[in-house]
């Protein structure tokens, strides 16, 4: 299967190639790369749970295929165009994704075994505790997000790392066979559907539900042509979404409709009338806000326009700002750096971000903007770190099965490719102080029965 893989990239990446003219061999490289990490994903669906392929995956799409949009189809863009060749963009991005990918997959061919036997295992677990797990994690989630918006700073933060713990109550739920799982499921999800569509923000409602989608394919063992199918479907549901966005938060940010409810009504309404009626100058502007949407490499390129030119090489500064951050609680740093771009994203791009905007440097521009070419050397290091965080959570999951399905939660900041060094870092940390809580208390609230093969020994361990 993996030499099959290799050709079916290696074909039609030289096809692309003779297809688009101009298109350089590191380009062509990234294509190659995507195409093969594209088909690896979709293979290890309902095989393994497949964090670091679809870290690749989104990675690759958004450093280097939007960019290749950008470069040789859409490129009417006034803001969001690539200030720098191709030939001078592609050789570090490429090379960077190489060596992220490098230490991301070292010494890994084994896992998706032993994830297999682990979730074998949990399947075969006390069943009803892992349903009373569930349901205390959905009820405790869904209280953090209604008081979320109610607490200070670094507790704001906490608990929405809390929140999320009701979608991780839903995969323990859809584990078990009760009556009643897809009702809870359901509430665990409608929350997060309701403020994706609420503040016509859908990226991590995209995200969660996709997690749900490979935790749901790994344990119904869906077949081939079944999870053609639904990728599809996802896919479309994606593209629509992404197509209406801008009239969509036209309508919203503006306050023209204020119920939830008619906003669903009013999205499906948008995307009907948008996919069927919009001309074909219209649609191509879509097609040109999307490809922009997808495309970081619009901000990676400004960095490597603007450093050294402009600004100096920060050589590690915001790096060691970032494990600062991570590691001391803001009562002890006050001054640590703060997540969403606003202090990085000028000083980098020399462009400056209106209040209250977001935007992040990405990790692998903000590694140029600190080493230049010796970014690609860190970007090998990333990789080896979250390989080896995945390895530790793969082999303590031996002893507990169900840690499995918490890797979602710690690794969420990580597989957004636009999420700059501190925002991941930050995130995993917390994250996983946040899990060792949540299942520290699990243990005790509802302990699993002690004849249970599985019992949690992790914490004691």
Request: charged fraction near 15%; proline fraction near 4%.
């Given at each position: 299967?993996f030499?099959?893989?290799?050709?079916?990239?290696?074909?039609?990446?030289?096809y692309v190639?003779?297809?688009i003219?101009?298109l350089?061999?590191?380009?062509?490289?990234?294509?190659?790369?995507?195409?093969?990490?594209?088909?690896?994903?979709f293979?290890?669906?309902?095989?393994?749970?497949?964090?670091?392929?679809?870290?690749v995956?989104?990675?690759?799409?958004?450093?280097?295929?939007?960019?290749?949009?950008?470069?040789?189809f859409?490129?009417?863009?006034y803001?969001?165009?690539?200030?720098?060749?191709?030939?001078?963009?592609?050789?570090?991005?490429?090379?960077?994704?190489?060596?992220f990918?490098?230490?991301l997959?070292?010494?890994?061919?084994?896992e998706?075994?032993?994830?297999?036997?682990s979730?074998?295992?949990?399947?075969?677990?006390d069943?009803?505790?892992l349903?009373?797990?569930g349901?205390?994690?959905?009820?405790?989630g869904?209280?953090?997000?209604?008081?979320q918006?109610?607490?200070?700073?670094?507790?704001?933060?906490?608990?929405?790392?809390i929140?999320?713990?009701?979608?991780?109550?839903?995969?323990?739920?859809?584990?078990?066979k009760?009556p009643?799982?897809?009702f809870?499921i359901?509430?665990?999800?409608s929350?997060e559907i309701?403020?994706?569509?609420?503040n016509?923000?859908f990226?991590?409602?995209?995200l969660?539900l996709?997690?749900?989608?490979?935790?749901?394919?790994f344990?119904?063992?869906?077949?081939?042509?079944?999870?053609s199918?639904?990728?599809?479907?996802?896919?479309?549901?994606?593209?629509?979404i992404?197509y209406?966005k801008?009239?969509?938060?036209?309508v919203v940010?503006?306050?023209k409709?204020?119920?939830?409810?008619?906003?669903?009504?009013?999205?499906?309404?948008?995307a009907?009338?948008?996919?069927?009626?919009?001309?074909?100058?219209?649609?191509?502007d879509?097609?040109?806000?999307?490809?922009?949407?997808?495309?970081?490499?619009?901000i990676i390129?400004r960095?490597?326009?603007?450093?050294p030119?402009y600004e100096?090489?920060?050589?590690g500064e915001?790096?060691?700002?970032?494990?600062?951050?991570a590691?001391?609680?803001?009562?002890?740093?006050?001054?640590?750096?703060?997540?969403?771009?606003?202090?990085?994203?000028?000083?980098?791009?020399?462009?400056?971000?209106?209040?209250?905007?977001?935007?992040?440097?990405?990790?692998?521009?903000?590694?140029y903007a600190?080493?230049?070419?010796g970014?690609?050397?860190f970007?090998?290091?990333?990789?080896?770190?979250?390989?080896i965080?995945l390895k530790?959570?793969?082999k303590?999951?031996?002893?507990?099965?169900?840690l499995?399905?918490?890797?979602?939660?710690?690794y969420?900041?990580?597989?957004?490719a636009?999420?700059d060094?501190t925002?991941?870092?930050?995130h995993?940390v917390?994250?996983s102080?946040?899990?060792?809580?949540?299942?520290?208390?699990?243990?005790?609230?509802?302990?699993?029965q002690?004849?249970?093969?599985?019992?949690?020994?992790?914490?004691n361990?």
């Open positions: 299967m030499a099959v893989k290799i050709i079916i990239s290696l074909i039609i990446t030289l190639g003779f297809e003219s101009g350089t061999g590191y380009a062509q490289t990234g294509i190659f790369i995507f195409l093969f990490f594209t088909l690896h994903f293979t290890s669906i309902g095989k393994t749970i497949p964090i670091r392929s679809l870290m995956l989104v990675s690759t799409l958004q450093w280097i295929i939007g960019p290749i949009l950008s470069y040789h859409f490129n009417d863009s803001i969001y165009y690539m200030i720098i060749p191709e030939e001078v963009y592609m050789p570090y991005v490429v090379m960077a994704e190489i060596a990918i490098a230490g997959f070292l010494f890994s061919l084994k998706p075994d032993k994830i297999a036997d979730f074998e295992k949990l399947k075969k677990s069943v009803k505790t349903y009373k797990r349901l205390m994690l959905v009820v405790v869904i209280i953090a997000t209604l008081i918006p109610l607490m200070p700073g670094a507790l704001a933060f906490f608990m929405l790392l929140s999320f713990s009701k979608y991780i109550g839903a995969f323990y739920i859809f584990l078990t009760e009643l799982r897809w809870w359901i509430i665990a999800f929350f309701l403020h994706a569509f609420g016509a923000m990226h991590e409602l995209i969660w996709m997690f749900l989608y490979l935790i749901y394919a344990i119904s063992n869906i077949s081939t042509v079944t999870k199918i639904s990728i599809i479907a996802i896919i479309a549901v994606v593209f629509t992404q209406i801008t009239d969509y938060r036209e940010w503006n306050n409709i204020s119920d939830n409810t008619q906003k669903l009504e009013f999205a499906g309404e948008l009907q009338k948008k996919l069927t009626s919009d001309s074909d100058i219209e649609k191509q879509k097609l040109q806000e999307m490809v922009d949407r997808i495309n970081q490499g619009w390129a960095i490597m326009y603007v450093v030119r100096p090489f920060a050589e915001t790096i060691y700002r970032g494990l600062s951050a590691i001391l609680p803001r009562i002890l740093a006050p001054n640590k750096v703060k997540t969403g771009g606003q202090e990085y994203f000028p000083r980098f791009t020399g462009l400056t971000l209106t209040e209250g905007t977001s935007m992040d440097l990405s990790i692998v521009g903000e590694a600190n080493y230049g070419e970014g690609i050397i970007m090998f290091f990333l990789g080896l770190f979250y390989n965080t530790f959570l793969v303590k999951s031996e002893k507990l099965p169900e499995l399905l918490w890797i979602p939660l710690i969420f900041y990580a597989v957004k636009e999420s060094f925002t991941s870092i930050n995993i917390k994250a102080i946040v899990v060792w809580i949540l299942i520290k208390g699990l243990n005790m609230l509802i302990p699993y002690k004849n249970n093969q599985y019992k949690n020994i992790l914490i361990s």
